[in-house]
């Protein structure tokens, strides 16, 4: 086969794989659109069954709705908070948007422009306008990828509503809100979303209080080249120190023609410290990143810095700058002791590096010792026993977080659930008592869920549909000691324990 057969048999075999590829992309819109109409009728089943209590509570008229979702969200494996979203979101899109879902349907825009339109033309009250919105975005969404599409939908929204960009501001800022996502390594994000203005502001003056500790850096290590210059010149010459030492210099310290650092900074991790400090006899220099200092920044500030306004009017001793963060964080004492190199959590929800919690153990005023099943690292006990902070003490390191299937706020965090009702004869110990959080225990009382909790913690959940499911204690790992070294070639006797 010639080099233009070839050419043209590779061509011929890509435009297969593209249509393929198409094809498979409707299968996959037309599920997800039919997934999302089920998710619709969830919901509107649930707004029926709310219609039915006029003469209920708030609370109780809250009922239908969030078992619905607990249910979905059991079976799909989720967290029920995620899925009443869903079925909300599913709901309006199908509702307020049918052409946006029939085009979805069809496989002739995908599930993230489903997404865009939705969000755009959500503060579109008025049914022409919305109408209007939908078909002139949907021309365009089919043409394009869903980022060009955001800009261009947000401007015909912006067109066509009737409110005020001031009347949508004031309603949008209160949903102002601020979140933690678990990432991996011992990793979070803070998240935040605030007014425009504020935001920007913030990331703005982290931005210049970052760019002034470059500044002083560059100072630190032009300072520092001009005295290593000076000690040249004093032993060996002037001349001879001019010559031969930019060449030097510009190698070890990244300098440029202007003697300032060309690209200092920008590799490595550096602390708090200030910049050209002497170190150990060597003079150290700043190597973080504009992006790690602004992290820094932002971190220390938060963490000790008193806020400008103080609205506790001396209800908090100290007020709100006396505040100190509060975390719970599980070490192996194998990790403490050095023979093992992991295991250490924060509460429960991810996973903390073992210098960080070392540092976090040495500064602790006490600690709660948990005895585990050496084989399947089940919780035993706990070593302190007086009255119900003991029982408090083995059920949050038991049961770690709500134990409601999907769900994982810190079990610090939830109320202490009475499986079988302490009003019905049920009793204050361990083996009928659980971590459930204000939502699932709320749920479980008023929306008909019943518990049976087994040995060793295992619950069983029965739905108000029928529909059984089990949650289980969260799983242990087991840390193994490190082999100690090789005798043979290290020349060492014996190991003693680093205590």
Not at 401 to 419: L, Q
Request: with cysteine.
């Amino acid at each position: 086969m010639g080099d233009q057969e070839q050419r043209e048999a590779d061509a011929l075999r890509t435009r297969e794989l593209v249509a393929e590829a198409r094809r498979l992309r409707q299968v996959i819109a037309a599920a997800e659109a039919d997934l999302a109409r089920t998710h619709a009728d969830a919901f509107a089943l649930a707004e029926e069954q709310t219609g039915r209590l006029r003469e209920a509570s708030t609370r109780e008229r809250e009922m239908p709705l969030r078992s619905m979702a607990a249910e979905f969200a059991v079976d799909a494996r989720t967290s029920d908070r995620t899925m009443q979203t869903h079925l909300f979101e599913a709901h309006r899109t199908v509702t307020q948007f049918p052409t946006t879902w029939a085009a979805w349907h069809e496989g002739r825009v995908s599930r993230a422009h489903v997404r865009v339109v939705v969000e755009a033309g959500a503060d579109l009250d008025d049914e022409h306008a919305r109408v209007a919105f939908e078909q002139d975005v949907l021309d365009y969404a089919e043409t394009t990828s869903p980022n060009r599409l955001r800009s261009y939908a947000e401007q015909v929204a912006e067109s066509v509503n009737p409110r005020s960009m001031q009347e949508r501001h004031d309603a949008a800022v209160l949903d102002r809100r601020v979140w933690v996502e678990d990432l991996r390594d011992g990793m979070s994000m803070l998240g935040a979303i605030g007014p425009s203005v504020e935001i920007h502001g913030v990331y703005d003056r982290i931005t210049r209080q970052g760019k002034a500790i470059k500044a002083a850096d560059r100072v630190a290590r032009r300072e520092a080249a001009e005295r290593e210059i000076e000690r040249e010149a004093a032993t060996r010459g002037e001349r001879e120190a001019v010559e031969r030492y930019p060449v030097r210099l510009g190698a070890s310290f990244g300098l440029s023609r202007d003697g300032l650092a060309d690209g200092a900074g920008d590799s490595g991790v550096g602390d708090l410290g200030g910049c050209g400090s002497v170190v150990a006899g060597e003079v150290w220099f700043d190597q973080r990143t504009l992006d790690q200092i602004r992290t820094d920044l932002l971190l220390d500030m938060m963490l000790t810095s008193t806020p400008s306004i103080d609205a506790t009017g001396g209800v908090v001793e100290g007020g709100l700058g006396a505040i100190r963060a509060h975390v719970q964080v599980t070490v192996p004492a194998t990790s403490l002791a050095g023979t093992t190199a992991g295991g250490a959590e924060l509460d429960g929800t991810c996973a903390v590096d073992p210098e960080t919690a070392k540092i976090l153990a040495g500064n602790a005023p006490g600690f709660d010792r948990v005895f585990l099943d050496p084989i399947g690292g089940a919780v035993l006990a706990v070593d302190r026993r007086h009255a119900t902070a003991a029982q408090k003490r083995y059920l949050m390191a038991r049961d770690v977080r709500c134990r409601f299937p999907g769900c994982r706020r810190p079990a610090r965090d939830c109320d202490w659930d009475h499986r079988e009702d302490y009003a019905l004869g049920g009793k204050t110990d361990v083996d009928n008592l659980g971590a459930f959080c204000k939502r699932h225990h709320t749920l479980k009382h008023a929306a008909g869920w019943t518990v049976v909790q087994h040995p060793g913690g295992r619950l069983h959940f029965t739905a108000p549909s029928g529909l059984e499911y089990t949650d289980d204690p969260p799983p242990r790992v087991m840390f193994i000691p490190d082999p100690p070294p090789d005798r043979g070639r290290t020349g060492v006797d014996d190991v003693r324990a680093p205590f």
